[in-house]
């Protein structure tokens, strides 16, 4: 069974740092791309980083450029999202999403889901 399990959601303050994990499991990396979403309360879910399945290309939205970077250890079959200078309009929760093939960042391309973490930047 194909299973996304993410981890590493906190409560941090304004300029601080935070790494997500998302753990596969029930499939290879090698075949999906990975991507990262999020969603803030009464807003759509949006696409936040992916990394591609074939060379690991990275991409990311224009809003986080400069701060986060994506990654993957196929060894453990984990990608993880290193987020830096957290802003409050990163608050989100944060999904981990799989994509057969693609790296296309929008909600409908995606193939499963994870349960979410949640992600709060605060003072």
């Known amino acids: 069974q194909l299973q996304l399990v993410e981890s590493g959601g906190d409560y941090v303050q304004p300029g601080g740092s935070l790494r997500l994990s998302c753990a596969a499991s029930?499939?290879?990396?090698?075949?999906?791309?990975i991507g990262w979403f999020r969603q803030a309360p009464g807003k759509e879910r949006e696409g936040v980083s992916c990394?591609?399945?074939?060379?690991?290309?990275?991409y990311y939205a224009d809003f986080v450029k400069g701060r986060f970077t994506i990654s993957r250890d196929n060894t453990k079959n984990t990608v993880y999202l290193q987020m830096r200078r957290l802003k409050p309009d990163d608050t989100a929760v944060y999904f981990c999403a799989a994509e057969r093939g693609g790296c296309r960042l929008v909600p409908k391309a995606v193939d499963y889901w994870g349960q979410g973490t949640q992600v709060t930047v605060s003072s």
């Open positions: 990394i591609d399945s074939s060379d690991g290309s990275p």
């Open positions: 029930g499939f290879s990396l090698g075949y999906y791309g």
